[in-house]
């Protein structure tokens, strides 16, 4: 009888990573409810704000786009390393995720992040030419349309400005950095620098200091309609339907 919490728990785990595995097959974004997973003494050590500030070479005063933010546990540490002359945009899709993050925001008294909703990749990135750093910390391979996603962040980032994106074994997403390279290249990245190792990598990639997109690679604005309804207008914009 003792055994049985034990084998429940052992059934219920085995449940949870089939699902998550299935999602490989079928992106779709990681359950807001299971964002517990992401704050670990692992994903601190090879993830964690700290490694991810000097790898991307976040400074004080930039503009940066932290793309699939969840809950917060980087945007936080990143906003304050930006500090009160910076700018944060915390970008996720999900709202229960966001609900979160809004509250942290609160606690810490922080006035220089603004939350946006929107889906990476359909359209919700419409920023242009106006961040320094752009993040993509164990999203990516969440994203269905992840090239149209990275064209939106080219787009997004000021020239010579870093996407910077991480993965992170036993991440059901986890893509590979020939993975990511080849997919950043396609989109009109440049590398700069990869850090880490197979289990945990940081690739960093700029956008060119001129770009010229390629004509029809990122098609026009929906109209306004549902997804319109979930990007509030932001500050930081430039011209796309989440400017000011
Ligand atoms: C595994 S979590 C990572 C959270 C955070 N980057 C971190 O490392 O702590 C992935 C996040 O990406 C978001 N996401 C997935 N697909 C997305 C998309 N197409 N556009 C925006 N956010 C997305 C999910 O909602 C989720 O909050």
């Known amino acids: 009888m003792t055994k049985l919490p034990a084998l429940l728990a052992v059934v219920l785990l085995l449940l949870m990573v089939a699902a998550l595995w299935r999602s490989r097959r079928n992106p779709h974004p990681c359950p807001w409810w299971l964002r517990w997973l992401l704050e670990n003494p692992h994903m601190k050590a090879v993830a964690g704000p700290s490694v991810l500030i000097k790898r991307m070479h976040l400074e004080p005063g930039m503009h940066l786009l932290d793309i699939g933010c969840g809950p917060g546990r980087l945007t936080i540490p990143f906003a304050r390393q930006v500090g009160p002359t910076g700018r944060v945009i915390a970008f996720d899709t999900q709202e229960r995720m966001l609900q979160v993050l809004r509250a942290r925001l609160e606690q810490a008294h922080l006035e220089n992040v603004e939350i946006v909703r929107g889906r990476a990749g359909e359209g919700d990135i419409q920023w242009e030419s106006v961040f320094d750093r752009a993040v993509l910390v164990t999203v990516l391979g969440e994203i269905p349309n992840k090239t149209r996603a990275l064209q939106e962040m080219l787009r997004a980032l000021k020239p010579g400005g870093i996407l910077s994106v991480t993965e992170v074994l036993p991440d059901p997403d ?45 098609s026009p604005a929906k109209p306004p309609g549902q997804a319109e309804e979930n990007v509030p207008k932001t500050a930081l914009g430039s011209g796309g339907r989440n400017s000011a």
């Open 174 to 218: 986890y893509q590979s950095r020939g993975t990511v390279a080849r997919l950043a290249a396609d989109a009109g990245f440049e590398f700069v620098s990869r850090h880490g190792n197979l289990l945990a990598f940081t690739l960093n990639v700029r956008k060119p200091a001129s770009t010229a997109l390629k004509a029809g690679s990122i």
